[in-house]
Nanobody, 126 residues
Framework: QVQLVESGGGLVQAGGSLRLSCAASGRTFSSYAMGWFRQAPGKEREFVAA????????YYADSVKGRFTISRDNAKNTVYLQMNSLKPEDTAVYYC???????????????????WGQGTQVTVSS
């Protein structure tokens, strides 16, 4: 089992940047695929980005491709989401999620992930 704690959210102006971090407990972090999702008020949770256990494969939603970068540091049990050129429509609670890498994973599917953090608020002002 793994516990996830997100940090790094906040208020930023449009065009600005933020880096979210997700710290995971446990010794087997490197055996989990990781994802970032977000949920805006009144909307369903949606996929943002995902990364394989090794970091060798990454996946992005079309809406963030070219602006956001997911990465991981297995030595630090942490996954990151670097967000550049932020837009007001990026405003949401951002969640990280984990799933054992030997599971059948659809990177962009909420249902694929077994463990979730509590979320961190990102607000982008226009």
């Amino acid at each position: 089992q793994v516990q996830l704690v997100e940090s790094g959210g906040g208020l930023v102006q449009a065009g600005g940047s933020l880096r979210l971090s997700c710290a995971a407990s446990g010794r087997t972090f490197s055996s989990y695929a990781m994802g970032w999702f977000r949920q805006a008020p009144g909307k369903e949770r949606e996929f943002v980005a995902a990364i394989s256990w090794s970091g060798g494969s990454t996946y992005y939603a079309d809406s963030v491709k070219g602006r956001f970068t997911i990465s991981r540091d297995n030595a630090k049990n942490t996954v990151y989401l670097q967000m550049n050129s932020l837009k007001p429509e990026d405003t949401a609670v951002y969640y990280c999620a984990a799933v054992p890498a030997d599971s059948t994973v659809v990177p962009g599917s909420v249902e694929s992930y077994d463990y979730w953090g509590q979320g961190t608020q990102v607000t982008v002002s226009s």
